[in-house]
Every structure is written in C-alpha cells, then in structure tokens.
C-alpha cells in the first residue's frame, strides 16, 4: 500500500475538555446548581453582616478583610447573574426554529461572562485593595497627628494674638486709671496720654463707655473711632460678664480682637480696644480647624466609606458582567436569526413548500452566501419540481385514461415483468382471479398459477379451463411480450360458448322436430289400425301380436314427448308478465311431487306476507317444478332401487326490494364437477334423460333478467340459486319477451 494513503491519527480530546463536554451534557444538575449559588450567595451575605457587625465601631477595617468580603460576595453574585443569563438563553432558544437546546446562546454567554468577570474581578480586586490601604492611611495615628498639630499650632497663634490683645487692654485700664487721678476725662492731659496708650501698645481703636442705669451707653473718649454704634462695641452680654466678677472679656470679630475691661471699679465705666488681625493668619487658622473638624467627621465615616466603595465596585462590576450577559444573548439572537430563518424555511421546503426563501442579509458575509445559496438551490427545486409535477400530471392523465379504458372492458389485463410480478392489473382481471387487497407486485405464479404456466408453453394464444368457485371457466388468453415483461389478456367464453351451443343444439332440435315429428304420426295411425284389424283375425299367438302394437305405439308416445320437448326448447313462447304470488308459484311446484312421493319430505320456508313478482306463472312455475322434479331424481339415483327417502327444502328470500332469492336444497346424489355444462342441451346424468330440462330452467330464468347458479350442499347433495331482481321485473308488468322489453 501506498504509504501517502494513511491517514494520520486523531489527536486526542483533553480531558479537560470530555469532562466539560459531559458536565455540559447533565442538563439536569443546572437547576441544583443555580440553587446551590443562590444559597451561597445568600449565606455569604448574611455572614458577611455578621462579620462586620462584629468589629469596633467608628474605626476603619483592615483592606485585606475588606477586599475578600468583597470577592467573597461578587463570586456567587457573577455566578448568579450568569446562570440566569443562561436560563434566558435557553428560554431563546426555546423559541428559536433552530432547535439545538439553545448551545450557541449558552457558549456566547459563557464565553463573554468569563471575558467579563475575570477582568472585572481583577480590577475590583486590585481597586478594593488600592482603596482600603490608602483610607487604612488616610485615617492613620500619624495623618492624624498631622492635621490636630497643624490646627493646633493655627490655633496657638490665634490665641497668642487674644490674650495679648486682653493683657494690653487691662495693662492700658491700670495707667488710664492712674491718669484720672491727676486728670479728668474732658483734660487735654488725659487725651494725650490716652492716645499715647493706644499706639504704643500697638491697639487699631480704643473707646470709654459708660452705662446709666437705664442700660443706655455712652462714650466719654475714643480713639480712631470707625462708624459702628457703641452698643456692638460694649453689648449687654459682655457687661453681664465683667458683672460676674471677669476680668476682661475678649470677642473675634471679622477682621480684628476686641477686649473691654472695667475701668473703674466703683463705675459703670468701661475700656472697649481692639486690634486689627491678619486676615491671612486668620484664615489658616480657621481653615485647620475646618479640617480638622472634617477629618474627625469623616474618620467617624470611615468605615461606611469602605462600605460604599465596596458595594460601588460590586454593583459596578455586577453591571459589566450583566452588559457582557446582555451583549452575548445580543450577539447570539443575531447570529441565530438567520440561521433559523434558513432552519424554518428548510422545513418548509421539506414540507413541500418549495415557495420558501429567506431574506437575504445586505451583507455578503458567510451568512448572507449560505442564503444565497439556499434560495437558489429552492428556486432550482421548485423549478425542477414543477417540472416533474407536469410530467407527473401528463403520465397521470394517461394512466386514468389506460385504467379508464381497462375497468371498461370486460376482458381481463395483467402486467407482469420479466420476474413474473404484476406491474398492472384491471378490476375485470382481479375480480375473476379473486384477488384480495392490492396484488400489484406480487407474483403471477402465487396468485394465478394456472395463467403463469401458459408463459412456459409455445402457444401465446392458447384457450384453458380454469376452476373458480367449484365452475369451470373457459378463458380465451392472449400473451404479447414487451420490453418489461409481457401482458396477459384474457376473456370468459364460457358463455359465449354456451350460447353458441346452445343455438346449434336449439337449431338441431328444431330440425330434429321437423324430421321425427312428420312420420311419427302415420307410425302410430299404423300400429293401431293393424290393432283394430287384424287383432280379431289372428287366433294364435295374440298375446305377442298385442304387445308389439303396443310397443309401437308406447314407442310413439315416448318420441313424440322427447319432440315435444325439443320443440319447447327450439321455440319457448314469449313469458307474459304479470304481478303473481312467488310463494304460490312455489307452493304448487312442490306440491305435484309431493303427492307423487311420498317418501320424501318437503319443506318450503317463505316470508309472511308471501313478496310479489312480476313474471310469467307457467314459465316460472315450469322452471321451478323441473328444479324440484331434478332434486327428487337425484334423492332416487342415492336411494338406488329401493323407496326414495330424503328431503327437498325450497327457500324464498327477500332481501330488499332489488334482490330476491329462491334457493332448493336436496340430499341426494349431489353434482359433477363439471357442473356448469349441466345447463348445457342434452348434457345429462340420466340414462333416458333429454338434457334439456336444465337448459329451459336457464333460459325461462335469464328471460325474467335473472340469474341461476349449482353448488354443494353441506353434508352432501345440491344447492340450486335463482337471483332475481324485482325491481327491473316491476316495469315488465303486462308485456312480453323481458329481455327485448328491457334492451
């Protein structure tokens, strides 16, 4: 062998791979499977509750714990979300014409979930990892020494600034005290060192106020005075203060520290100064505190920041696999689309639809050329069908016109091949061969073996015999060989040829008649005038010279019966019809023989009330009478020389109003095998018999448009069948000859 023939060997199946083809053929599991990560979900939920239920409060939590809550509770969640986008696959494909248990849905879902989810759980590991270490250092001791210092030391600065303000103001208070004892207030000498007192201690506005008792103020000295009224200078709040036995009292305004001070102890009289501040100092101060105050607010949030940014990344990712699961069902229903298009129009055309097309794709890709292709190949289809329909249809019309042309002639035609089974059989064929079913196919030599012999023999043109139902049939068959086999045709004859009998025999009798019947009676003239004369004259031996006369004339009798009879049947008179009692007409013919014999016992069953015929009395009563006169010869040729016993059993049917049966059983000596030709002329089973007794049974039955047929009776003897119709006998009712009044 050519060695470049092999082939090489197939590569083998990872295991991998079978067990994932096996696992993904156990459909059945799915359902335990999405229940089984359901539960897990739910179960790691509610642990992951408790879990954090369990650590301190107000403190953030570990991002390593944090980062496998996370991963813990996204696993079963994608899990979860792929299943049922799964489930909606193949729900689908349920609906898709494709069929397939929705394979290509669930391989896309798959495939695009894990190129989803692995990225996805990546990043969000790595995002939750990134996050929690940097609010792990965010909320750390030492950014959160940083902050309190940096406020602390705005704060230090800003209330350096109030206490020397406050330390200035009550320093001033003590030397303006000391002033008033040398000087009053309205003194230039006390405005000038006041003034003095202000800018050397480096003050932006100083006032005295004093209060009445009505609570109204006044000022008795300012310097640098602005536009504010002297109540927002020295307010009621800060009197009730310095009241209560306070020193001074120092209050922040926008932009500068005011202090008052008593100024004399036994006085309501008070020193208000005030010392511009920096604006910028200022506001760093206050913006360290403001953070520091934001710091503490969000430390205390911590943790539900973690929270929050986990459940972000869940829910985000959850989304991403949920958009990829939305995408592949997507991807997958506009793959599927076309394709069960195609699968439902293939069925169509499988259907015998040949009509069927799908709509081609404005794109040529691989799906547009398969559509392409499929609707090309279903208009040569329908093409070609159409084509084979005609055809179908022409051989069809021919075949009913060839079945229409051979249920109409009686002759029978069979079709066989060159292996002797039947290609063609008429309705005339199968009924006379008694074919039951379809015997298209099946062999001429099961069904019809005498025919299948005569294929075999020389002669294509031969005439046989054939028995059917205890009657010999003769068949004139003709045999033609074709190119698939031969054809057989074949027609009953038996008739025919018992017709032709039948009118040669009627033409002998009628001239055997005319012959015989001539001399007959000049014969018997003779006999008994040689009686009358010469009987007185001869005195020996009288005796024998009587009993030759009588022969002679015994003789003549009997011969001009036997012509009688052949003039019957040469000339049977024309039937008068006429209404008549069938079972009178029955009655009667029983009757004649039953008084002449004794010994047998007839029977004759008729319905009650008795059916009317129309028909000729005397010929129908003729034909009867020699039925039963037949049945009680045969019960005597049984009998032998003894006493004739038996029985003749005489049945009048009527079975509706186009059927009448009269059916006469005996027990006698039963019938030949040939007994079909007992209706033929001068066929007989007697010795002295005529033969013609039968024939003019025949012949009165077919002209009252009837039928008459011999079979076997059960347990020995004969059955003889009249069938007459009383329907087509009703409009025979007062005329001649049924036969020419029918045709």
Same mark, same amino acid.
């Given at each position: 062998?050519?060695?470049?023939?092999?082939?090489?060997?197939?590569?083998?199946?990872?295991?991998?791979?079978?067990?994932?083809?096996?696992?993904?053929?156990? #459909?059945?599991?799915?359902?335990?499977?999405?229940?089984?990560?359901?539960?897990?979900?739910?179960?790691?939920?509610?642990?992951?509750?408790?879990?954090?239920?369990?650590?301190?409060?107000?403190?953030?939590?570990?991002?390593?714990?944090?980062?496998?809550?996370?991963?813990?509770?996204?696993?079963?969640?994608?899990?979860?979300?792929?299943?049922?986008?799964?489930?909606?696959?193949?729900?689908?494909?349920?609906?898709?014409?494709?069929?397939?248990?929705?394979?290509?849905?669930?391989?896309?879902?798959?495939?695009?979930?894990?190129?989803?989810?692995?990225?996805?759980?990546?990043?969000?590991?790595?995002?939750?990892?990134?996050?929690?270490?940097?609010?792990?250092?965010?909320?750390?001791?030492?950014?959160?020494?940083?902050?309190?210092?940096?406020?602390?030391?705005?704060?230090?600065?800003?209330?350096?600034?109030?206490?020397?303000?406050?330390?200035?103001?009550?320093?001033?208070? /003590?030397?303006?005290?000391?002033?008033?004892?040398?000087?009053?207030?309205?003194?230039?000498?006390?405005?000038? /060192?006041?003034?003095?007192?202000?800018?050397?201690?480096?003050?932006?506005?100083?006032?005295?106020?004093?209060?009445?008792?009505?609570? #109204?103020?006044?000022?008795?000295?300012?310097?640098?005075?602005?536009?504010?009224?002297?109540?927002?200078?020295?307010?009621?709040?800060?009197?009730?203060?310095?009241?209560? /036995?306070?020193?001074?009292?120092?209050?922040?305004?926008?932009?500068?520290?005011?202090?008052?001070?008593?100024?004399?102890?036994?006085?309501?009289?008070?020193?208000?100064?005030?010392?511009?501040?920096?604006?910028?100092?200022?506001?760093?101060?206050?913006?360290?505190?403001?953070?520091? #105050?934001?710091?503490?607010?969000?430390?205390?949030?911590?943790?539900?920041?973690?929270?929050?940014?986990?459940?972000?990344?869940?829910?985000?990712?959850?989304?991403?696999?949920?958009?990829?699961?939305?995408?592949?069902?997507?991807?997958?229903?506009?793959?599927?689309?076309?394709?069960?298009?195609?699968?439902?129009?293939?069925?169509?055309?499988?259907?015998?639809?040949?009509?069927?097309?799908?709509?081609?794709?404005?794109?040529?890709?691989?799906?547009?050329?398969?559509?392409?292709?499929?609707?090309?190949?279903?208009?040569?289809?329908?093409?070609?069908?159409?084509?084979?329909?005609?055809?179908?249809?022409?051989?069809?019309?021919?075949?009913?016109?060839?079945?229409?042309?051979?249920?109409?002639?009686?002759?029978?035609?069979?079709?066989?091949?060159?292996?002797?089974?039947?290609?063609?059989?008429?309705?005339?064929?199968?009924?006379?061969?008694?074919?039951?079913?379809?015997?298209?196919?099946?062999?001429?030599?099961?069904?019809?073996?005498?025919?299948?012999?005569?294929?075999?023999?020389?002669?294509?043109?031969?005439?046989?015999?054939?028995?059917?139902?205890?009657?010999?049939?003769?068949?004139?068959?003709?045999?033609?060989?074709?190119?698939?086999?031969?054809?057989?045709?074949?027609?009953?004859?038996?008739?025919?040829?018992?017709?032709?009998?039948?009118?040669?025999?009627?033409?002998?009798?009628?001239?055997?008649?005319?012959?015989?019947?001539?001399?007959?009676?000049?014969?018997?003239?003779?006999?008994?005038?040689?009686?009358?004369?010469?009987?007185?004259?001869?005195?020996?031996?009288?005796?024998?010279?009587?009993?030759?006369?009588? #022969?002679?004339?015994?003789?003549? @009798?009997?011969?001009?019966?036997?012509?009688?009879?052949?003039?019957?049947?040469?000339?049977?008179?024309?039937?008068?019809?006429?209404?008549?009692?069938?079972?009178?007409?029955?009655?009667?013919?029983?009757?004649?023989?039953?008084?002449?014999?004794?010994?047998?016992?007839?029977?004759?069953?008729?319905?009650?009330?008795?059916?009317?015929?129309?028909?000729?009395?005397?010929?129908?009563?003729?034909?009867?009478?020699?039925?039963?006169?037949?049945?009680?010869?045969?019960?005597?040729?049984?009998?032998?020389?003894?006493?004739?016993?038996?029985?003749?059993?005489?049945?009048?049917?009527?079975?509706?109003?186009?059927?009448?049966?009269?059916?006469?059983?005996?027990?006698?000596? @039963?019938?030949?095998?040939?007994?079909?030709?007992?209706?033929?002329?001068?066929?007989?089973?007697?010795?002295?018999?005529?033969?013609?007794?039968?024939?003019?049974?025949?012949?009165?039955?077919?002209?009252?448009? @009837?039928?008459?047929?011999?079979?076997?009776?059960?347990?020995?003897?004969?059955?003889?069948?009249?069938?007459?119709?009383?329907?087509?006998?009703?409009?025979?009712?007062?005329?001649?000859?049924?036969?020419?009044?029918?045709?």
């Amino acid at each position: 062998m050519n060695a470049g023939l092999h082939q090489a060997a197939p590569r083998p199946i990872p295991r991998w791979q079978r067990a994932f083809a096996v696992a993904r053929g156990r #459909t059945r599991y799915v359902p335990l499977l999405e229940l089984a990560t359901l539960v897990a979900a739910i179960a790691i939920g509610i642990g992951s509750y408790f879990l954090l239920a369990r650590q301190p409060a107000n403190s953030p939590l570990s991002p390593p714990f944090m980062a496998l809550l996370l991963v813990a509770n996204l696993v079963p969640a994608i899990a979860l979300l792929v299943l049922l986008g799964r489930r909606v696959a193949m729900r689908r494909a349920a609906r898709s014409p494709v069929g397939g248990g929705g394979r290509l849905h669930v391989r896309l879902v798959a495939l695009f979930s894990t190129i989803a989810a692995v990225p996805t759980l990546l990043v969000v590991i790595f995002a939750s990892l990134l996050f929690q270490y940097g609010v792990e250092f965010w909320f750390s001791d030492r950014a959160r020494g940083m902050l309190e210092n940096a406020s602390e030391l705005a704060q230090g600065y800003y209330r350096e600034k109030r206490r020397d303000v406050a330390d200035e103001t009550v320093t001033m208070a /003590g030397d303006l005290r000391d002033f008033l004892r040398e000087a009053t207030l309205a003194s230039p000498e006390f405005a000038e /060192g006041y003034g003095w007192q202000v800018l050397a201690r480096k003050l932006s506005e100083s006032a005295i106020v004093t209060i009445s008792p009505d609570g #109204t103020a006044r000022t008795l000295a300012m310097v640098n005075p602005d536009s504010r009224p002297v109540e927002e200078r020295v307010s009621p709040d800060i009197v009730r203060e310095l009241g209560r /036995g306070v020193p001074v009292v120092v209050t922040n305004s926008m932009d500068r520290i005011e202090a008052v001070t008593r100024l004399l102890p036994d006085s309501p009289t008070y020193l208000y100064a005030s010392r511009a501040t920096d604006l910028n100092a200022l506001s760093q101060s206050r913006r360290a505190a403001a953070v520091l #105050t934001d710091y503490r607010a969000l430390l205390e949030r911590s943790r539900t920041l973690q929270l929050r940014f986990n459940a972000a990344l869940l829910l985000i990712s959850l989304l991403i696999v949920g958009a990829a699961v939305w995408i592949a069902l997507t991807v997958a229903d506009r793959l599927v689309r076309p394709v069960g298009e195609l699968v439902d129009a293939a069925r169509k055309v499988a259907a015998g639809d040949l009509a069927a097309r799908v709509e081609a794709p404005r794109s040529r890709d691989e799906i547009g050329t398969l559509a392409f292709a499929f609707n090309r190949m279903t208009e040569r289809l329908q093409e070609q069908t159409q084509a084979l329909v005609a055809a179908n249809d022409q051989l069809d019309r021919r075949r009913a016109f060839t079945e229409a042309v051979l249920s109409g002639v009686t002759a029978g035609v069979v079709s066989i091949d060159a292996e002797r089974r039947i290609l063609l059989i008429n309705s005339s064929a199968a009924a006379f061969l008694a074919m039951a079913g379809d015997p298209v196919g099946a062999r001429l030599d099961d069904v019809a073996p005498d025919l299948a012999r005569l294929l075999d023999g020389a002669d294509l043109e031969p005439v046989v015999q054939l028995v059917r139902d205890g009657e010999t049939r003769t068949l004139a068959v003709k045999i033609v060989a074709d190119a698939r086999g031969h054809v057989i045709t074949f027609d009953d004859i038996t008739q025919q040829l018992l017709d032709q009998r039948r009118a040669a025999w009627s033409d002998v009798a009628r001239r055997i008649a005319h012959e015989i019947k001539n001399p007959l009676t000049p014969i018997q003239l003779a006999a008994e005038r040689l009686q009358r004369r010469y009987g007185k004259e001869i005195a020996a031996d009288r005796a024998t010279f009587d009993r030759l006369t009588d #022969t002679i004339v015994r003789q003549v @009798g009997d011969l001009r019966r036997m012509v009688d009879e052949f003039s019957s049947f040469a000339r049977m008179p024309k039937p008068m019809f006429a209404a008549e009692s069938i079972v009178d007409i029955a009655r009667q013919a029983m009757f004649l023989h039953e008084v002449a014999h004794p010994g047998i016992r007839f029977v004759l069953n008729a319905p009650d009330p008795a059916p009317v015929l129309v028909c000729d009395r005397r010929q129908l009563g003729q034909a009867l009478t020699n039925i039963v006169k037949n049945a009680v010869e045969a019960i005597g040729r049984r009998s032998g020389e003894g006493a004739a016993s038996g029985m003749v059993e005489m049945t009048i049917a009527d079975e509706g109003p186009r059927r009448l049966v009269v059916t006469v059983a005996d027990d006698g000596a @039963g019938l030949p095998s040939e007994r079909a030709r007992l209706f033929e002329p001068y066929v007989t089973l007697r010795a002295r018999g005529t033969g013609l007794g039968l024939a003019i049974v025949k012949k009165i039955v077919e002209e009252h448009l @009837g039928t008459i047929d011999l079979h076997d009776r059960d347990g020995g003897g004969a059955v003889v069948r009249i069938l007459l119709d009383p329907g087509a006998l009703a409009p025979l009712a007062g005329k001649a000859d049924g036969l020419e009044a029918v045709t």
